[in-house]
């Protein structure tokens, strides 16, 4: 492939939209055409996004300026694509929706989860959850990917194999997240003598990003899956620690063998399980700016419990890196072209 | 009361000896005598303890200078106390244990959990365990008192009530560490880069305060207990989330009723259950300087799950502050004595 | 002194509001009476100050209701005090006002400094700057007291003894402050993600805070003084270095002498100045939760520079500590009453 | 230029030798052939860097393996390069120096900041500064070269150009630095609870990187160059904020032709200089795993004092990737190959 093609964002001021930003800037295939932001229309983008400065002129412009593209990605929060979805699908051939409106498939999941009536449940089944791992022949092909939620990555990927090769009776993920996921706005919460060195659960139960848990690994409603998500000191990051009950015998080598069959061969999913050492299980700090899912595990030999622990960089394979990668595999693409920058350390 | 008694720490220069310093340095009815340490022996103790200086010209002197007196508190790790254990009994009249030593009542349970055999297993029985919420008239009555270990109290203390009141078959204890509990010395894992911004599961399965909480929690051995510690960012402080199942029907009230029931005259349990605001659940920011715990709740309405949460300064009613708490029951002083100070907002 | 005072705060919900709730409640000559608040009006005050849970009833009042007292507090922001200044005054025997609206005693510096003309110059003179240990005598008589700003305090202390003892050129204080030091109102700088590990200059020349330094130090305007601030990790605390170039010869025991002759006796004053250890200089860890300035320094060989550091609490010693200090004054107690605690190790 | 050129690594289990690793395994002109440590050896590269894991399957040598190659690089500390000096010339083309043993030309320098005489005098000469921006056609054609150290490589960018048009007559450099300056060896004054949420100054004056910035910027003397470096709550970054004081009159937009003159063309060079938003001047967030180095300034109109700060990562543009940088001059590439990727928002 070697003409470039023309990549817009709308909604490019928020946080994965400005990870979006520097991914495709990097982007050896990618001309990156426009970016739009109601609030900073007309401003260079190095404005809101200072890791940019020098590296383009871009500004910001207001949504209704939006060109023709190849790839649109729609960088927005819950409930605003929507309403507009058919202006987004008119101006571009691909669109990547990062948004939750379009992630689930059953409308009545809108319902209970968003409690609210989905507007165009028509177009549910035109969208392909977009994780490639799990989805990737219907990604390569399709023209709509809706991009799964950060906490939901973070549990569907370690999670996926397993529901698969064993009868799972009960898990319980308990997910440690950086203060990035929630947003480029400020609010009470988020003010920095409030937020700085917590450990808030802030959702114990019934958060929305359950809705794509059940829908990817429980479709038949027989395990009890249960979720609660915590605030802790970190910009970027996820780290899920997730206690499973299995129903009948297991050895820790069936758990890995049931991974490398899954995941052997996948560019971004990397299996930890050290003796020895300080990284010997998963870790946010490990896969900091990087499109990697670390996934570990150990059996608890007193009460059989399976704990398998997975880091992600939420921005990265939690939104932005995983859209990328959708967008690779839907142009034909390398799948890792541009996503494939090394982690730190130390960081 | 009006004479003070006489207390001194073995083991003077490590956390829980700075913060017993710290404590018994303000408390109205203690003369502090001495506080070993063979590192820094001869030195005064705020040059290992800076927020000391200017507060006492106390040096360090070593174990065998040890003087009677009426309280002493050893604060000592695991295994340094067994073998020395006559002698300290020697100088003494109450002794408060701080090392796991005599924590466990049932001798097998070293072996099982500290992969070693208990040397003075006849002494077992002779030591209450230090928990004033579940004993506290033994613990008036005890001259030796072996004080729970942190991530034990953060868990036991939500779970004791609940146990007894419910059918429960299941709980996950998934706990967030700062890093003070793992001690005064370096290591590579506790080297600041290293350490910085982690979640980190170090020990998945098989920690020894499981052990406490076995004992103290599930004596008949019917409820799987499972616990996973992580190391978060933070100096002081421990969240627990802990994912409990009941057999049987239940509603947030009857957990409400059963915290009230147990907890509603303790001076240091706070149950914390608010509809808004940023601190609706415990944190340890909150807790954090004070021998609080805090206690809040939910019942997830998808699975039935109870989700209890707690917060404690690991330094405080994880160690020092519960160390005290103990002394001052065994000496029938008000309980509270020295170990009320306030938290702080923000920190 | 056997009766308790009566005391109120005006603006009780913001962060200096909320340090003075924790230290009066817990002051043993303190009736704490009320506290303002327009937002939170008719709100339990543990709401918004999670510390206080369990401690007191008190709710929040609109300012209106303000009942007459013997110490009146005033927690609010420049400019917030003046327009009302008179209403105060016939509320209260004793005001004492944490704004900056009194600090400065020429009406000209607030044109300059503030870029505001002064509306009740006649009352400036009526103040004094409530610093104890420089204006003890005049604090003590007095019924109006101004409490200096937090990065004026962490300048002041450390500089008056010496502008006083030596023939100083210039000064350049290079500070570092803590998140609370910007208040409890969130915006986007505060927003977590992007507050988070900053080293910022955010105001590199021109401060406020630097009129009172140059009141207190600088009265004939001889002395070049240069004062830049920084936003880094911390919630609680400011640093200062400072700079300082001094005409003549001296040695590091003048400046010792120096400042035993001047802090010797104060209560809250520590000079640190170790050889060896972690903690040789000053640090706003240690001191953090108190209410102590510690001050330490060292001689530049090679350029002849005298470099000197302080560290505070800038709730404390910054704000509401020295307030309250201030208060034991004018009220004839022991001038450490209630904000003496001591610092913590770790924290 | 088609074929890679073989580098080796000496030191490769600290922090420098592992961001080395990270950029070399990435560059697309380097074969990386081997990297060397005692401790290690024997060892996957990837159980010390967790970062590259899946990258590569190299293990750690022990350094009398070293093959022969076309470049070399020491990631040692001081002291551990001139001894073996010869056997390193002798195995590449082109010797890379990270430690501090050949930066200073003149040998007295060695006596007077390292109190040790140097070994090896005779090489100095043939070792440039490398420092592409001050010395880049030297870098060009030079086969040895010495890394600048980190605190200097954040005070002499900013200063060089400033000292060269602008009598100075006194410069105080403030820094405030990252753990991970410290290297990768823990101590007590790293260990996480005594290192977290510092402000610390460590070494007020004297510190032996002085020695580089006297040697860059005051080669006859002329100028009183201060330097304070502090601890800070940061892994990763250095922020300087330098104070000026220059005779004769200046206006702001004589500092930004200096800088655009001397610096406009420098692909690691950003001039930042915001009248709004949260990034007005330079931060080392936002260059956090770059090769930048942002500068920005203000004019004090009070005092005149001339304020410049600067931010790099201390271990790219501070060590590793200078390092780099200069292979690529040496090696007749693109400057930028390998060490061009962009910086975080937020991280």
């Not at 990547?96 to 209970?112: A, E, G, K, T």
């Not at 997730?242 to 052997?264: P, R, S």
């Not at 996948?266 to 990284?279: A, D, M, N, Q, T």
């Amino acid at each position: 492939m070697n003409e470039k093609v023309n990549v817009s964002i709308v909604g490019g001021s928020g946080y994965t939209g400005g990870e979006l930003l520097r991914l495709l800037l990097q982007h050896p295939q990618v001309n990156l055409t426009a970016a739009t932001s109601r609030a900073y229309a007309g401003k260079l983008i190095h404005k809101v996004h200072p890791n940019l400065r020098g590296v383009t002129n871009l500004k910001f412009i207001t949504p209704d300026k939006l060109p023709d593209c190849d790839v649109l990605f729609l960088a927005l929060p819950h409930g605003a694509v929507v309403d507009k979805v058919d202006t987004y699908l008119d101006k571009t051939d691909v669109l990547i929706d990062m948004s939750s409106d379009f992630r689930l498939r059953n409308p009545q999941d809108y319902d209970r989860y968003y409690a609210q009536k989905h507007k165009r449940p028509d177009l549910l089944e035109t969208f392909v959850y977009g994780m490639p791992e799990l989805h990737r022949e219907k990604i390569r092909t399709s023209k709509r990917i809706a991009v799964p939620g950060c906490t939901a990555t973070g549990a569907i990927l370690p999670l996926k194999p397993l529901v698969d090769a064993f009868n799972i009776r009960q898990v319980i993920i308990d997910a440690k997240v950086g203060s990035s996921a929630s947003g480029a706005k400020s609010n009470g919460a988020t003010h920095h003598p409030e937020r700085q060195g917590v450990v808030r659960s802030f959702k114990p139960s019934g958060h929305r990003h359950l809705a794509e848990m059940e829908q990817e690994l429980n479709p038949e409603g027989n395990i009890s899956v249960n979720f609660s998500p915590h605030a802790v000191e970190l910009v970027r990051g996820i780290q899920s620690t997730i206690h499973i009950f299995i129903d009948g015998e297991y050895e820790e080598k069936d758990v890995w063998q049931t991974y490398l069959k899954a995941y052997g061969r996948e560019p971004f999913i990397r299996i930890v399980k050290e003796k020895s050492g300080i990284y010997r299980y998963p870790e946010p700090k490990v896969v900091m700016g990087t499109n990697v899912c670390e996934i570990g595990f150990e059996k608890d030999q007193a009460t059989g419990r399976l704990i398998v622990m997975s880091a992600i960089d939420n921005l990265m394979k939690g939104a932005s890196g995983q859209a990328v990668q959708c967008m690779n595999l839907a142009l034909g693409l390398d799948e890792t072209t541009g996503i494939n920058q090394l982690g730190f350390h130390p960081v």
